[in-house]
């Protein structure tokens, strides 16, 4: 990447949704897209390689990144150029109403709830979200779990998805398209204004701020492969995710110790043993969507059943499951679950040349979180029966094949063995918070602000994409460039 600019009007850190909807609105708002640069610490998306090699090059740590308890949780954080879109399942959620109620009756948003729906409407429109189509001939798990939910009575709704075509002949939803099926912030906003002079450098590190004054300007130093650089700019936007970002403030602030609390998800993953084989038909990851338990944050969905991905699941469980078996007659179901106490705690320690962190979490000591995990997962083995299923591979290490009732029964018992993964990480920097002013800023540094799931006031039940999206826009809709 050339670079002969060394002054800027903005500079974001980090690639994916949030920075997407700030461009835009920036640009919109009269910067000029050369007066834009982005930095992004991960790599392009390579297009050509496995599914294997895409995954561990483009999620962090190679897709575990520990939040220590008992048990341990992997959090999944994307680290590429565009971000979690990029690597995502591509699905599109408005942001619930009652979060929306919530938000706008209890915080003190500088923005109005029209303004925010405008935009959750307008990147829906810009991203062409569409529908997935539920038959018996597509993703046959989502066929499967629509047929039960409506015996049941019980919402189940087409998932909303911003895909120009389908991935479902490739099945690689969460290992990114090969072919660049995605409509993506990265393909629908910043790759038009590359044109216009907006620059993204990537494989940054070694990142670190240096300024005379709290108000600016800032000058940023660090490396691209063997590279060094030094640049200047008036505004800094943290938008590097809800894990990135607290580290990035805490070298501006320079701490030397600061802790943050990360609110999150739980994904919990259960096979339903079908006493059929299921039919060789495309497939992909979360074409319906269990909707039913909405207000409660718990949502039910199939997973991507995809070799690799079917694979890491069985490898947690007893060892001499017949693979073959499993992909052939599995029902696979992500049981989704999460509450005003589902959060970790992120400690981060700075020295003279690295900076530190180690997250941790108490979830199973909060007595609301054990019975959210106990009800989401009755409320899924329900389907589960309604499809005459009566064998499981439940959400516990090293678990045996058993029946849903001794599978429950586990699932209560054996708290500490649960089989938990998170995938959506926020509001570790909440707006109005102890570190966010209202406007978005770092508190005592006026021109330095947050851009990306960070700041949401809560948790969304929902993939939280297009709620980022219309969150940042709505926030920054009225900032004009410097001049």
């Not at 039960?148 to 087409?158: D, G, T, W």
């Amino acid at each position: 990447m050339v670079i002969s600019k060394k002054t800027y009007q903005a500079i974001i850190i980090g690639s994916g949704a949030g920075c997407g909807s700030l461009v835009n609105t920036l640009i919109e708002n009269n910067f000029d897209p050369s007066e834009i640069l982005i930095l992004e610490r991960g790599i392009k998306m390579p297009r050509n390689s496995s599914a294997a090699s895409r995954f561990l090059s483009t999620y962090e740590n190679g897709g575990v990144v520990p939040c220590f308890g008992k048990p341990n949780i992997p959090f999944a954080l994307a680290n590429c150029v565009g971000g979690g879109p990029e690597i995502n399942g591509s699905l599109i959620w408005k942001t619930p109403y009652h979060i929306q109620k919530k938000w706008f009756q209890n915080y003190d948003l500088p923005f109005t709830e029209e303004k925010f729906k405008y935009f959750l409407d307008f990147y829906d429109k810009l991203l062409e979200v569409k529908n997935s189509h539920i038959s018996d001939d597509h993703d046959y798990a989502s066929y499967l779990i629509n047929n039960a939910s409506q015996k049941l009575n019980i919402k189940c709704v087409p998932a909303r998805r911003s895909l120009k075509f389908s991935c479902c002949s490739s099945n690689l939803c969460a290992f990114g398209s090969t072919e660049d099926l995605r409509n993506t912030p990265l393909n629908k906003i910043l790759k038009e204004h590359f044109k216009e002079g907006l620059k993204i450098i990537d494989n940054i590190s070694n990142l670190n701020f240096d300024f005379n004054s709290n108000e600016g300007p800032y000058t940023l130093n660090f490396k691209s492969l063997d590279k060094k650089f030094s640049l200047t700019t008036k505004r800094v936007f943290l938008a590097a995710g809800s894990i990135n970002s607290p580290l990035l403030l805490t070298k501006i602030k320079k701490n030397p110790y600061k802790k943050f609390r990360i609110k999150f998800h739980i994904n919990l993953k259960s096979i339903g043993i079908l006493q059929n084989r299921t039919p060789e038909v495309p497939g992909t990851m979360f074409s319906a969507q269990v909707q039913e338990y909405e207000t409660d944050d718990q949502y039910i969905m199939p997973f991507n059943w995809h070799k690799a991905h079917v694979a890491t699941i069985l490898d947690r469980h007893k060892k001499d499951i017949d693979f073959d078996y499993i992909f052939a007659h599995g029902l696979g179901i992500t049981s989704q679950v999460s509450t005003i106490k589902t959060e970790s705690l992120m400690h981060v320690l700075n020295s003279p040349s690295k900076t530190f962190k180690l997250i941790t979490h108490q979830i199973l000591n909060e007595a609301k979180n054990i019975a959210a995990i106990k009800e989401i997962m009755e409320r899924t083995y329900n389907i589960f029966k309604e499809l005459e299923i009566k064998n499981v591979l439940g959400p516990i290490k090293n678990s045996p094949i058993l029946s849903i009732e001794k599978s429950l029964d586990q699932i209560t018992n054996n708290k500490k063995d649960l089989d938990m993964l998170s995938v959506h990480h926020m509001a570790s920097l909440p707006i109005g918070g102890d570190d966010i002013k209202n406007d978005g800023s770092i508190k005592g540094f006026p021109n330095i602000y947050v851009a990306d799931a960070s700041i949401l006031p809560t948790a969304v039940g929902e993939s939280p994409q297009l709620t980022i999206m219309a969150f940042v826009s709505s926030l920054y809709s009225r900032i004009k460039p410097i001049t």
